[in-house]
């Protein structure tokens, strides 16, 4: 339509008046003018949706255009506009738009279809094409209202949409009044949480605990973790209500990552510090059982728990810092493949210890034999199990080797044998013999470490120089010390009870007998007495050890 006035001119009045119309048709059409809005590629779509919910430029009437929103009532696109966008905000996440594709027919590489997440760590919300125009998809906008709510859980979603008016509020230092306000709101109930927090730690957990006997566990393990602990609570409460305040992206990305990447920090300490504790709780399980082995699996548990622990939290708090997990994790799998290649003799050690703690075959102080190895366990560790040999020198046997070995465990046995042959000369008379057997055999049965259901002794053997007695028992004691010092009380008493009855211990000799000579007394002692008197000087015997024993204690 053409409009003609005399002279083709127009007066400056007429002018004035169709600049203003030209500048009031936005207005006349719901605010603006939405019939222009370019939709044509990924990067497009989301320039307007972002563009259009800034703060000098705020026109949700045109971001939901970037909506795939058929079927949604249209009271709500603009609202689920600005909460996608709040989504965002909300999780520090600053889309760049450098690196969205301007290509109209984009498809994704992987599925083949004209699609685009736009960002990898919101996989739910993203574009795809309907026609020639790309659009966030209709399952995203079906999902905003619950990744909404899982930005803004506890009802500060409500608090949001109170509050995201601001945008027409006074700034200073580029916030508004009310998010400097909510700043100050935040760190103050920071620092109050985090003071009641320690203090019910302190003043009611701990003191309870005391009241209940439990002072070394208190002292040590929860007085420790009381303030780990409430700045774990305090940073979790923050990465719910930093969003609320809606800051400037470029400050909200550093400043809600840094506050995620502080909880997987102070979880992990407060978990470092109730591994104590639950190693101490093992220790007294440990404590109640016989087994040594346990003693020395408590503190390798301990230290694989922390390492575990550290890990963990290392690999959380990466994932906090938006670095990829995954690759991170596929490249410690390359990684340790190559590291298990060049390490088999350290794998193979590693899981011999795991199977000497699965097994066990001997204990802390067991006295084994197994190839050269002759000595009692000191240490069983991760790589090695450390051998206290009898020279005092110490063998440190890998594992790998010790799993695979023989192991003959002299510290499992219930009763330690002593075999051993008397001998005796063969000028002994047999009533002698056999009263001096009946002294062993009771030496044997008085004696507080010998086993009295089992043992041998007898006469047993003529040998070249002497008559033989067998004496073949057992000790019931639980260490090779205990085993020593009564072997040295069984020989001492033998021997004494050997002098006593005048029985004489034999050597290897040759004999020459030579006819006496009258002023010559003979070597071979005279044995004059009978079985009666024998036994007579047994029993004289034992009264009088009973009677020093007495004296003694």
Known sequence: MFLFLPNNRLSSSMKNLIIGIILLLPIFANGQDTSSVN????YQTVYTHLSNLQDDSYYPEIAQKALNAK????????????????????????????????????????????????????????????????????????????????????????????????????????LYSWQILGILIIVFFSFLIHMLLTWVFEGII????????????????????????????????????????????????????????????????????????????????AAKNESTLDD???????????????????????????????????????????FALAAQDTLKNLFGSLMIFVDRPFQIGDWIISDKIDGSVEEVGFRSTRVRTFHNSVTYVPNGK?????????????????????????????????????????????????????YNIYLNNFGASSLEILFY????????????????????????????????????????????FPEKKSLTPEYSGNKDEYETKMSGWFEKEKVGAAREN
């Open 402 to 454: 010790m799993a695979d070995m023989t192991i003959d465990n002299m510290g499992m046995r219930q009763y330690r044998r002593y075999k051993t042959s008397l001998a005796i000369t063969y000028d002994t008379p047999a009533d002698l013999i056999e009263v001096f057997v009946k002294g062993l055999e009771r030496i044997v049965l008085e004696h507080p470490a010998t086993r009295k259901d089992f």
């Open 71 to 174: 079927g949604v009532d249209a009271s709500r696109r603009a609202e689920l506009a600005v909460k996608l966008k709040q989504i965002f905000d909300g999780k520090g996440y600053m889309i760049d738009l450098d690196k969205l594709p301007r290509n109209p027919n984009f498809k994704d590489t992987i599925t083949g279809k004209a699609m685009l997440v736009v960002d990898d760590r919101i996989p739910l919300v993203y574009l795809e094409k309907v026609g020639n125009k790309w659009f966030f998809s209709s399952k995203t906008v079906e999902n905003i209202d619950e990744l909404h709510a899982d930005v803004y859980p506890w009802g500060t979603d409500s608090l949001v949409q109170l509050l995201s008016n601001g945008h027409s509020l006074t700034k200073y230092f580029g």
């Open 206 to 285: 701990i003191r309870l605990l005391i009241r209940a006997g439990q002072r070394t566990i208190a002292g040590q393990y929860i007085k420790p973790v009381a303030k780990p602990f409430s700045l774990f609570a305090v940073a979790f409460l923050l990465t719910i209500l930093i969003p609320v305040l809606q800051l400037p992206i470029i400050f909200s990305k550093y400043i809600i990552v840094t506050i995620k990447a502080l909880i997987p920090i102070f979880g992990t300490m407060v978990f470092y510090k109730m591994v104590d504790l639950l190693a101490a709780h093992f220790e007294k399980l």
């Open 473 to 516: 028992i057992f000790f019931e004691v639980p260490a090779l010390p205990a085993e020593l010092k009564a072997r040295h009380e069984i020989m001492i008493s033998i021997i004494k009870l050997a002098e006593e009855l005048g029985v004489r211990f034999a050597f290897p000799t040759q004999t020459l007998h030579m006819e006496n």
């Open 296 to 338: 020395q699996l408590v503190p390798l548990i301990r230290r694989a728990l922390k390492v575990f622990v550290v890990i963990t939290g290392g690999l959380f708090t990466l994932q906090n810092l938006n670095f990829n997990i995954t690759a991170l994790l596929a490249g410690i799998s390359i990684g340790g493949l190559a």
């Open 39 to 42: 939709l044509s590629n990924p």
